[in-house]
Every structure is written in C-alpha cells, then in structure tokens.
C-alpha cells in the first residue's frame, strides 16, 4: 500500500504562489496514478490535477495556467506549483493515489475522477486572502 503526505500548504494573498509537495512511499510507487483534489467548506471534493505514469497530466479548467502538476519519482515526491492564486482556490488539498489499470501493454489512470482514488493523504490547507 502507498502512504501519501503532504505538506506546503499556508496563508497567501491573492496573485501568489504556492508549491505543495506529496511525499509518496511503498512499493511500485513509481507506477501508480496520482492527482491532487481540494475540498472548501460546504463544498464537494474536487479534482484539481492528475498525472499518470507516462507523465501525462490532466487539469481542472478552473486551474488551467496558473496550476503545474509534475512528479519527481526520484524523490518520491508529486509537485503542485500554485500561481496567480484566487480566494476561491482556498481549500484543504489532497494527494491521492491508486494504481493503474493494465489492459494489454496500456495502464490507464482514472485522470479526476474521485471515487477511482483509493489512498488519499491528510490534505495541507491552502488559504488565498483578497
């Protein structure tokens, strides 16, 4: 099983940055499907970003150029640099996992689709300030 931790999270005023990290550890790592979803208050999770193995990413459009998924196996570690950042991006964010899904030489990621991921993390909160 994966074990997930994430941490970068904090306190920015609107147009900063942000880079949260994902430290990811256990065995086949470097295969699995990854992504980050962000929860508000009263609001449903979302999907923010997903990236597969062949480093393919997939973004929410409400994240489109400003957010960069990028995962770095030799570190263990899934990147989320944050710019340009609006009050409506303040959310707890998850990392998530699961593995891919091989049919014939293809492993397919399920890209945003929450209810696929079955390893998350404790989420770091991400508060953007106007």
């Known amino acids: 099983q994966v074990h997930l931790v994430e941490s970068g999270g904090g306190s920015v005023q609107a147009g900063g940055s942000l880079r949260l990290s994902c430290g990811v550890s256990?065995?086949?790592?470097?295969?699995?499907?990854l992504a980050w979803f962000r929860q508000a208050p009263g609001k449903e999770r979302e999907g923010v970003a997903s990236?597969?193995?062949?480093?393919?990413?997939i973004y929410a459009d409400s994240v489109k150029g400003r957010f960069t998924l990028s995962r770095d196996n030799g570190a263990n570690t899934l990147y989320l640099q944050m710019d340009n950042l609006r009050p409506e991006d303040t959310a707890r964010y998850y990392c998530?996992?699961?593995?891919?899904?091989?049919?014939?030489?293809?492993?397919?990621?399920?890209?945003?689709?929450?209810?696929?991921?079955?390893?998350w993390g404790q989420g770091t909160q991400v508060t953007v300030s106007s």
């Open positions: 990236i597969d193995n062949y480093r393919r990413v």
């Open positions: 998530a996992a699961v593995r891919p899904q091989v049919v014939g030489s293809d492993w397919r990621c399920p890209a945003l689709a929450l209810v696929q991921y079955n390893t």
């Open positions: 256990g065995p086949g790592q470097r295969t699995w499907c």
